[in-house]
């Protein structure tokens, strides 16, 4: 069944550095977003993109992340210079087309920031 | 008032029993609805969705959805050990992208 990788599983980072979080959402998939998950709590949305563009972002999205489709495949969020407080568990999603609106996540990239 | 509620748990059920867990919600715009399982520190996995109100049916789940009192719910029969893990309630508006979460229901179901 296909699915959703990202990587890496664990990333280690110095405040102030910027990290590249990557993931291949499902093939066919058009839809891709980003969320992230602080320790013990709630899953919360950052971005969606469709067709090369940004479709929806939230608050915390600031200047400070990116999202890019460099190829027909990847998918990435970057964050240019990360804080203790983007420590994190960062999810990849991607949704079917048409009228499909279940999306289906990655295991998650773990993100310490030091 | 938070958008969406879900009790922490843990809900704690003995093997083979069925495992009830619900959410609500406070806007009424609110379209589309899932359930995830979630495994500690792994990603959410899907495991029902539905739009309208009623009940769905997949296997061992059931998922109803009330939108007129603002409440939905997952029941899970014959409950295995296995089905130990945290359950995620979403939902999304008509229009937009984002799924809204709920903080999660916490299950343990003993052997």
């Known amino acids: 069944e296909p699915e959703v990788t990202q990587t890496p599983s664990h990333q280690v980072t110095q405040m102030g550095q910027e990290v590249i979080l990557r993931c291949v959402p499902i093939?066919?998939?058009?839809?891709f977003y980003w969320y992230r998950q602080i320790l013990g709590q709630k899953v919360e949305f950052l971005v969606s993109?469709?067709?090369?563009?940004?479709?929806?972002k939230s608050e915390i999205f600031d200047d400070q992340f990116s999202v890019e489709r460099p190829d027909g495949s990847n998918f990435t969020l970057k964050i240019r210079s990360t804080k203790l407080e983007d420590s994190a568990m960062y999810f990849c999603?991607?949704?079917?087309?048409?009228?499909?609106?279940?999306?289906?996540f990655g295991p998650g990239t773990r993100l310490t920031v030091t | 008032q938070k958008e969406v509620e879900q009790d922490p748990g843990p809900l704690s059920v003995p093997e083979g029993a069925i495992v009830s867990l619900n959410c609500t919600y406070s806007?009424?715009?609110?379209?589309?609805f899932m359930w995830y399982r979630q495994y500690s520190r792994k990603g959410p996995e899907l495991l029902m969705y539905?739009?309208?109100?009623g009940n769905k049916e997949d296997g061992r789940f059931t998922a109803q959805v009330d939108k007129s009192s603002k409440y939905i719910s997952l029941f899970i029969r014959d409950s295995q050990p296995s089905d130990s893990a945290t359950y995620l309630c979403?939902?999304?508006?008509?229009?937009?992208?984002?799924?809204?979460f709920g903080g999660g229901t916490r299950v343990l179901v003993k052997p």
């Open positions: 999603a991607s949704r079917p087309t048409g009228t499909a609106y279940e999306q289906y």
């Open positions: 093939s066919n998939h058009l839809y």
């Open positions: 993109f469709y067709n090369n563009e940004i479709s929806e």
């Open positions: 806007n009424s715009a609110f379209q589309y």
């Open positions: 539905t739009y309208s109100s």
């Open positions: 979403a939902m999304r508006l008509a229009a937009g992208n984002k799924l809204t």
